[in-house]
């Protein structure tokens, strides 16, 4: 059972979500919060949480806020999940850079809702379509150098542990970079990604 924290400072909003989520099988609601600090309360109580579904646009300790103190304060902190009505570009950049584990928009259907809670319990960077389409409008996805390299690699067809090797980093580190890339991408595996290599780096990654 996938325990979920929903904060949002809408109730109706909050109850919704609430209601959706634990209509899901698998995953169960163990927290409703209005706001950063009432979650980061919660968590402190030391119940078990698996993931948060946080929204962006919180009064007082916005959402971008409170992902930086939990990850600050929690020496393991649960998946994130970014929450909002609009995507814009920078904010999804700005929340998967700080860590998140995904983005989600408010226009997502009770599935995509539960599928992006699920993936995001199972460390995998999770985007909603529409916040991927966001990121796709760009010819230009934001790629960091490093995670240039990275998709370079995985055009190549490397795993994790080999892109790690290669780069001297440690493979769990390569995962949030590989979750990164997939998310400014806007797709959802590796062979899109590899594909999308192609389109973005041309030959330079092939034989490497």
């Known amino acids: 059972m996938v325990r979920v924290v929903v904060v949002d400072d809408h109730a109706l909003v909050r109850e919704g979500l609430a209601m959706v989520l634990a209509a899901q099988p698998g995953i169960a609601v163990a927290a409703q919060c209005a706001g950063g600090a009432e979650l980061l309360a919660f968590l402190a109580s030391g119940e078990p949480v698996d993931v948060v579904l946080l929204d962006l646009y919180l009064p007082g ?16 902190p649960p998946p994130v999940l970014m929450l909002t009505t609009i995507g814009r570009r920078h904010e999804i950049r700005q929340a998967l850079a700080q860590g998140a584990a995904g983005f989600v928009v408010k226009d997502a259907t009770g599935a995509e809702l539960a ?18 389409a966001t990121l796709c409008g760009s010819p230009d996805p934001g790629l960091t ?17 080999d892109i790690a090797r290669r780069l001297g980093l440690a493979e769990r580190t390569v995962k949030v970079h590989v979750g990164n ?24 990654h092939q034989g490497r």
């Open 181 to 204: 890339v997939l998310a400014k991408l806007g797709v959802t595996s590796r062979t899109q990604a590899a594909l999308r290599a192609e389109a973005l780096l041309g030959g330079s």
């Open 61 to 76: 300790m916005d959402g971008l806020e409170t992902l930086r103190v939990l990850r600050e304060r929690l020496a393991e």
């Open 115 to 132: 599928a992006a809670v699920r993936g995001a319990h199972e460390g995998i960077t999770v985007i909603s379509p529409s916040a991927a």
């Open 145 to 161: 150098p490093r995670e240039r390299e990275v998709l370079s690699l995985l055009g190549s067809g490397l795993s994790n542990r």
